[in-house]
């Protein structure tokens, strides 16, 4: 993964009328990597992507896409980015065949057609039936299709795996790791937090407008919270534990059971509770869903 | 550019077979009851019957001239022709980008390497090419009907001119529908006060002979310019030809200046844009 950025924002500010969608967004992808970027409906997800592609024009701040600025030369950027957008229309009298030549004529042909029809046959995906026909998750697959069709270098995907059922999930998960070993730039939101966390790099939580958290998945649950379940082989007062720093009492099960949630080191923890007959001991880190939660509850508000 | 326009065309398929089949018909059956006409001595008695007890009413549609081929073109096909078509481009140029920009396609178009400007421009040229075509068909049908008819004959390239005065005027209330689509915040909205103006011009046109306090109005009015008897008789008057062109011009550039700043929308309808219109003013 090198250090060069593919996507580099500052100050990104965006409002429809009185409302307030992106209030300085600073945010820095770098090349080869995918990046998760997670956040309620609302949050701007959509908005900071299509600020990107200059869909739509910011009132304040600066894009970088791989080194080009998308309010100057938009064509540019489009011609090295893949797009899916969060909603997915195309022209529905039209088969899937039919659009992907389309999008390959506007790109001026440079998609290889055995590479859209193995994409296809990957997403089990029909051809040649018209699309009105065709269910949501089958016309989100030709939204795939057309973002990967032509390899760009950068991939903008917003939510790539709604619609399509657990399998397709996984394909395309796979697809877009394909695309990260062979060099691409994976920028994905979502609010389905096990994929990004199955498969991001790094993440981003973006709430109300403002990026809360940028973090390399993997460091962000390891720094985090866990939760600690005890079964004492005695019923046991142990305030003196919840009353360690970082410690919290999240539930007593009876007088033999706590479950504490522990922020940091858990060595002090442990030391402590080596005075007490203990029966069981199990932790459990908080996974990504639990840490986004957080962030959206205001525990971890920066 | 090119995929842009063929596109374009391949979308308006429908809307050239549909419109094309009607406005040859109407062609068509204009010309043939020419026939019918010209060979009735009734027919010509009543019209000037109609002359002697309503004169008002045979001013309005040039009765007495319904005897000619150019006459009787004047009178029962240049009347309509204008509202019909006109409802065509009116409906045409506010389909242009808003149609898909409230379908959603447009921003997956405008996320693959086509600049706005090819779009529109794209765009505007395939549905001019398409109005184009609706009236070629329309003055090809009139030529076909002379093969057959024995007392409706005019020289081609003559019969060819009102189609071009009647081209301006509607490419005006097609560039005034697309302006109105960029502004308003929906493509029905536009649609419909385009051809509410196609709809009031023709009124007041047409009834500016006989009311006197419409005969200021009808100054304004874009119909009063379409020159169609004239036009064969004595040749296009190539200044309002010109004005209207250049009208057309500014409008669509317009358009074009509010296209390349506005946001695209994910679907549905939107806002107002004439914050968008003070930018372009503010600009200049």
């Known amino acids: ?302 | 550019m090119f995929t842009v326009i063929r596109y374009s065309l391949r979308n308006s398929r429908g809307a050239i077979i549909g419109w094309g089949i009607g406005l040859a018909a109407l062609a068509i059956m204009m010309g043939s009851l020419f026939d019918m006409m010209a060979g009735s001595n009734e027919m010509m008695d009543m019209m000037n019957a109609y002359a002697a007890t309503m004169p008002e009413f045979a001013e309005i549609f040039n009765m007495g001239a319904m005897n000619t081929p150019i006459g009787w073109l004047d009178v029962e096909y240049f009347s309509f022709m204008p509202l019909i078509i006109g409802l065509f481009a009116t409906g045409a140029g506010a389909s242009l980008l808003a149609l898909d920009e409230e379908g959603g396609t447009l921003d997956l178009i405008l996320a693959h390497p086509v600049s706005r400007t090819v779009l529109f421009w794209g765009r505007f040229l395939a549905n001019t090419l398409v109005i184009i075509i609706l009236l070629l068909i329309s003055w090809a049908s009139l030529l076909l009907t002379m093969t057959w008819s024995e007392n409706f004959t005019l020289p081609a390239f003559e019969l060819l001119l009102p189609f071009i005065s009647l081209f301006g005027i509607m490419l005006f209330f097609t560039t005034l529908s697309l302006l109105f689509s960029m502004l308003l915040p929906a493509r029905r909205t536009a649609s419909m006060l385009a051809g509410m103006l196609v709809v009031a011009s023709f009124f007041i046109t047409l009834l500016a002979g006989v009311v006197d306090e419409l005969e200021r109005a009808a100054d304004f009015s874009p119909l009063t310019y379409l020159e169609t008897a004239t036009a064969i008789e004595d040749g296009l008057n190539l200044v309002w030809f010109g004005i209207f062109i250049a009208i057309d011009l500014v409008l669509v550039l317009i358009s074009w200046q509010l296209f390349q700043r506005r946001d695209v929308r994910v679907g549905g309808e939107g806002s107002w844009r004439l914050q968008d219109l003070k930018t372009i003013f503010v600009k200049i």
């Open chain 1, 1 to 302: 993964m090198s250090n060069q950025k593919a996507i580099e924002i500052r100050g990104l500010v965006k409002n429809y009328g009185r409302v307030k969608a992106l209030k300085g967004v600073d945010l820095d992808v770098n090349c080869g990597e995918i990046f998760g970027f997670l956040g309620p409906n609302g949050a701007g997800k959509t908005t900071a992507i299509r600020c990107m592609l200059d869909l739509i024009r910011p009132q304040n701040g600066s894009i970088s896409m791989l080194g080009i600025n998308p309010q100057e030369e938009p064509e540019a950027v489009k011609e090295r980015v893949g797009y899916l957008p969060g909603e997915l229309h195309v022209d529905e009298n039209m088969t899937a065949r039919q659009v992907f030549h389309f999008f390959n004529r506007l790109r001026g042909n440079r998609s290889d057609w055995g590479f859209i029809e193995e994409l296809s046959e990957r997403l089990k995906l029909e051809l040649i039936s018209p699309i009105k026909n065709f269910s949501k998750g089958n016309k989100q697959k030709i939204g795939i299709v057309q973002a990967l069709m032509h390899k760009p270098e950068l991939l903008l995907l917003d939510e790539p795996t709604s619609s399509l059922d657990p399998l397709m999930q996984q394909e395309v998960l796979r697809m877009l790791a394909e695309a990260q070993d062979n060099g691409a730039t994976v920028f994905f939101s979502s609010h389905i937090i096990s994929e990004v966390q199955a498969v991001a790099d790094r993440v981003a939580i973006i709430r109300e407008g403002k990026i809360v958290e940028v973090a390399v998945t993997a460091d962000l649950l390891h720094r985090s919270m866990r939760q600690v379940r005890i079964r004492f082989q005695q019923p046991t007062e142990a305030e003196e534990l919840y009353k360690l720093p970082g410690v919290e009492l999240i539930a007593k099960d009876d007088s033999m059971g706590i479950l504490l949630q522990v922020e940091g080191q858990m060595d002090v923890l442990i030391k402590t509770l080596a005075k007490y007959p203990v029966n069981d001991f199990e932790t459990e880190r908080t996974s990504l869903e639990e840490i986004f939660l957080a962030y959206y509850n205001g525990k971890e508000d920066k």
